[in-house]
């Protein structure tokens, strides 16, 4: 079972618009995950799932080059992560940058043994806009929390996770934890996915500078669609 939820405030104001999604069930669970197959495409009625929650369709990519950061990693886990976080962003041909000129970094992934741990973070409330989230976390079997910010126009102007390590994930390889919380940054999901061909392909698609850098209309699914076919 998943919980998730979506403030979409994209008001233009400095706050922005934030998109949580928490993870409530153990990761990789075939019901909860849109891992391919085959060597199919993503049809339209895929497509649109992927990016649909409460109704709403929402499909956002980075409207500005990404700065990632990386804590509470060792040294030789660090490096697969970053490479990670290159590799997909050089697949899908977005720049990536050392500082944004706003924020410094705009992509900040948190490891902790414990969700007890996010109480020693500082202002935590003000990173995320998400009061008594250590509170809520803690004790749950909650694996991840993400969540977005956007720019007015409805891009992508950051992504802030929080990965458990503490849990079922402490046994994860580190190549596929990296590639998967890689591409999930990637876009708005509305669910979780697995890192596959397919996958990779509809987020190059997405990222094709024709299409809208953020769309709401879920025609957009088709025209997403027609692009993994051609």
């Known amino acids: 079972m998943i919980s998730q939820s979506r403030e ?3 008001d233009g ?5 934030v998109c949580p999604l928490l993870r409530l069930a153990p990761q990789f669970t075939p019901e909860d995950i849109w891992a391919r197959k ?3 495409a993503f049809d339209q009625a895929e497509i649109q799932a992927l990016f649909t929650r409460d109704g709403r ?3 956002a990519r980075w409207g500005r080059p990404v700065a990632p950061v990386i804590f509470g990693l060792a040294d030789e886990s660090l490096a697969v992560f970053r ?3 290159r590799a ?3 697949d899908a041909r977005h720049p990536l940058a050392q500082t944004d000129p706003e924020m410094g970094a705009n992509m900040l992934t948190f490891f902790l043994r414990g ?6 973070l500082p202002d935590l409330d003000g990173l995320t806009g998400q009061p008594g989230l250590a509170e809520r976390l803690t004790g749950s079997d909650a694996e991840q929390y993400r969540l977005f910010r956007f720019d007015p126009d409805g891009t992508i102007r950051a992504c802030i996770g929080f990965v458990n390590m503490g849990g079922r994930l402490a046994d994860a390889h580190p190549g596929l934890l990296a590639e998967t919380l890689a591409m999930r940054a990637m876009l708005s999901f509305a669910r979780d996915v697995l890192p596959t061909p397919e996958l990779a392909a509809l987020i190059r698609a997405a990222y094709d500078p024709v299409l809208p850098g953020a769309a709401t ?7 997403l669609a027609a692009r993994l076919q051609a």
Do not use: F
């Open 83 to 85: 490479d990670a976080i």
């Open 217 to 223: 209309d879920p025609s957009h699914a088709l025209r």
């Open 8 to 10: 979409n405030e994209a």
């Open 57 to 59: 369709y929402l499909c």
């Open 88 to 90: 997909t962003l050089a």
């Open 38 to 40: 085959n060597d199919m």
């Open 115 to 120: 969700w007890q741990e996010l109480r020693d």
């Open 13 to 17: 104001t400095e706050k922005g618009a």
